[in-house]
């Protein structure tokens, strides 16, 4: 018989945009710091039901061990970003970049939108990614500049109006 085995969390970690502004990392720190001061009461809980015997008709048990194994996940996640993250810093330099707010006019409408990592879009609030359709061809463009959006099957274009 073959006993299944586990990878370990770090893994089975998904490649994520690692562009993340001041305040998100922040975030991240103290979700982290909340997760590592729970564990120690879940894996002693875990260790409280180990010990009641049989542990494939241990339903208790498994429910505590999963959850364990995901708090582990969301913390590898976490250390993960906090150490490899990359702090969005516009230069003001002119140019639509990451962290730049840029003011388009549309078919004589205005928008406002912010162009930050993917981790933090929010596009009903005007918060688009630098990977997303807009802000990719947005980016390294002027005040004054068309940026071109293409769909199936037309083009829309962006007049860039204001970058701060």
């Not at 089975?12 to 502004?21: A, G, S």
């Not at 078919?107 to 009903?124: A, F």
Request: glycine residues 6%.
């Amino acid at each position: 018989m073959r006993l299944p085995t586990r990878r370990s969390e770090k893994d089975n970690l998904q490649p994520v945009d690692l562009h993340i502004t001041q305040k998100k990392y922040d975030e991240i720190s103290e979700k982290f710091i909340r997760l590592k001061k729970s564990r120690p009461r879940l894996a002693d809980e875990v260790k409280r039901l180990a010990e009641m015997g049989d542990f494939s008709e241990n339903a208790a048990y498994q429910i505590a061990k999963g959850k364990l194994r995901g708090l582990n996940r969301h913390m590898a996640e976490a250390e993960y970003m906090l150490n490899h993250a990359v702090i969005i810093a516009p230069q003001q330099n002119g140019l639509v970049e990451l962290g730049s707010n840029v003011v388009v006019e549309i078919n004589g409408k205005r928008k406002t939108y912010q162009i930050l990592g993917s981790t933090e879009t929010d596009p009903l609030s005007g918060v688009i990614s630098h990977n997303s359709p807009i802000g990719a061809a947005l980016l390294g463009k002027r005040a004054g500049e068309i940026a071109q959006v293409k769909l199936k099957d037309k083009i829309i274009e962006y007049q860039i109006i204001e970058i701060t």
